[in-house]
């Protein structure tokens, strides 16, 4: 046989492979979301996301050391409220003594160079799970806005280095924007969750902060998973608004909408590879029907590949010890 061009010459040994590799992980690529409860000395399995903890807020200090010492870069926080907290309001969402307020200032005081990303929607402050105010069974959208506003606020006052909006609400990016200059808080970043999806894959996280809706669905405001061309309608408008990065959420099932976006803007782009991504690892794995460590590192590259800049993974401690390995 003669061929002119044989591509297997390319894929012959491991340092080939390696010398030619297009895609890159490395640990500065992780956002480590990070699920805070109140008390102290608490460390609570998620059930759904095994080796996967909520944590109070002395435990949760301890694990931010432990993921910059590893080269973990930056934290996107989750508090989980009480029952007793939550109303129809966002009341304890602005609350400047709340759970997320004192977790965020806790985290800068003792690690001040790890980016602080908070998650900014009402879901875990609502009566009803949802991400806005509740009006007659609808999800209000410019009563909502005003209060992620204030919300964004005061995490900015808490020390926040990003904001990053997962409720979907329309005009959000430019009131939260409006309302960090007015504030003075000019080096405050947004991290839009610009195509967020109404997934099915989110149910692990909703029992990690207890945040399922009370009523219905959040198909009123995610979006559709039949729609390509409405994400970047979406992304392009969240950075006409401010949005210093954005995000495509779920990651796995979403990787064209993620090269989609990438080639759309000209800001980052961030993917979140979510609670039931990581699940369906877990549990495959534990079956022993697929190998955690290549599917965890399998998975994390293609969603680099598709053209993520950075990812929010719950793998991210994983992700690194196997690229150390
Ligand atoms: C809340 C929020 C959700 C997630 C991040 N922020 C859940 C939801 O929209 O119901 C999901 C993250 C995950 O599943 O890992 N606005």
Same mark, same amino acid.
């Given at each position: 046989?003669?061929?002119?061009?044989?591509?297997?010459?390319?894929?012959?040994?491991?340092?080939?492979?390696?010398?030619?590799?297009?895609?890159?992980?490395?640990?500065?690529?992780?956002?480590?979301?990070?699920?805070?409860?109140?008390?102290?000395?608490?460390?609570?399995?998620?059930?759904?996301?095994?080796?996967?903890?909520?944590?109070?807020?002395?435990?949760?200090?301890?694990?931010?050391?432990?993921?910059?010492?590893?080269?973990?870069?930056?934290?996107?926080?989750?508090?989980?409220?009480?029952?007793?907290?939550?109303?129809?309001?966002?009341?304890?969402?602005?609350?400047?003594?709340?759970?997320?307020?004192?977790?965020?200032?806790?985290?800068?005081?003792?690690?001040?160079?790890?980016?602080?990303?908070?998650?900014?929607?009402?879901?875990?402050?609502?009566?009803?799970?949802?991400?806005?105010?509740?009006?007659?069974?609808?999800?209000?959208?410019?009563?909502?806005?005003?209060?992620?506003?204030?919300?964004?606020?005061?995490? &900015?006052?808490?020390?926040? +280095?990003?904001?990053?909006?997962?409720?979907?609400?329309?005009? *959000? @990016?430019? =009131?939260? $924007? !409006? %309302?960090?200059?007015?504030?003075?808080?000019?080096?405050?970043?947004?991290?839009?969750?610009?195509?967020?999806?109404?997934?099915?894959?989110?149910?692990?996280?909703?029992?990690?902060?207890?945040? &399922?809706?009370?009523?219905? +669905?959040?198909?009123?405001?995610?979006?559709?998973?039949?729609? *390509? @061309?409405? =994400?970047? $309608? !979406? %992304?392009?408008?969240?950075?006409?608004?401010?949005?210093?990065?954005?995000?495509?959420?779920?990651?796995?099932?979403?990787?064209?909408?993620?090269?989609?976006?990438?080639?759309?803007?000209?800001?980052?782009?961030?993917?979140?590879?979510?609670?039931?991504?990581?699940?369906?690892?877990?549990?495959?794995?534990?079956?022993?029907?697929?190998?955690?460590?290549?599917?965890?590192?399998?998975?994390?590259?293609?969603?680099?590949?598709?053209?993520?800049?950075?990812?929010?993974?719950?793998?991210?401690?994983?992700?690194?010890?196997?690229?150390?390995?």
């Amino acid at each position: 046989m003669y061929l002119q061009r044989r591509n297997r010459i390319l894929r012959q040994s491991p340092a080939i492979r390696s010398l030619i590799a297009e895609t890159l992980l490395t640990p500065s690529d992780f956002i480590a979301p990070i699920f805070i409860d109140e008390g102290e000395n608490v460390n609570t399995e998620i059930a759904s996301m095994p080796n996967y903890y909520r944590r109070s807020l002395d435990l949760t200090i301890k694990e931010v050391k432990e993921l910059y010492s590893m080269g973990i870069k930056s934290v996107l926080l989750f508090v989980k409220a009480k029952d007793e907290v939550k109303d129809n309001k966002g009341t304890e969402a602005v609350n400047p003594n709340g759970l997320m307020q004192r977790s965020i200032k806790a985290i800068k005081d003792a690690v001040p160079e790890m980016v602080v990303m908070t998650d900014v929607a009402l879901d875990p402050f609502s009566s009803y799970g949802h991400d806005g105010i509740v009006e007659n069974g609808e999800i209000v959208n410019d009563a909502t806005v005003e209060v992620l506003a204030q919300m964004s606020v005061s995490h &900015a006052q808490a020390g926040a +280095d990003f904001v990053a909006p997962s409720d979907m609400m329309d005009g *959000r @990016i430019a =009131a939260i $924007r !409006e %309302a960090l200059e007015h504030n003075g808080f000019t080096k405050t970043g947004i991290m839009a969750y610009s195509a967020k999806y109404a997934s099915c894959f989110y149910g692990p996280f909703r029992d990690a902060l207890d945040s &399922a809706p009370g009523f219905g +669905d959040k198909k009123t405001y995610q979006m559709d998973y039949a729609n *390509r @061309i409405e =994400a970047v $309608r !979406e %992304a392009v408008m969240d950075v006409e608004e401010g949005a210093d990065i954005v995000m495509v959420k779920p990651a796995l099932a979403y990787l064209d909408i993620i090269r989609e976006v990438k080639n759309a803007v000209d800001v980052p782009v961030s993917a979140y590879n979510i609670s039931g991504e990581y699940a369906m690892i877990k549990a495959a794995a534990k079956m022993g029907w697929i190998n955690e460590e290549k599917a965890i590192l399998e998975t994390l590259t293609s969603m680099k590949r598709a053209g993520a800049d950075l990812i929010a993974t719950y793998f991210a401690k994983d992700a690194v010890r196997l690229l150390n390995a």
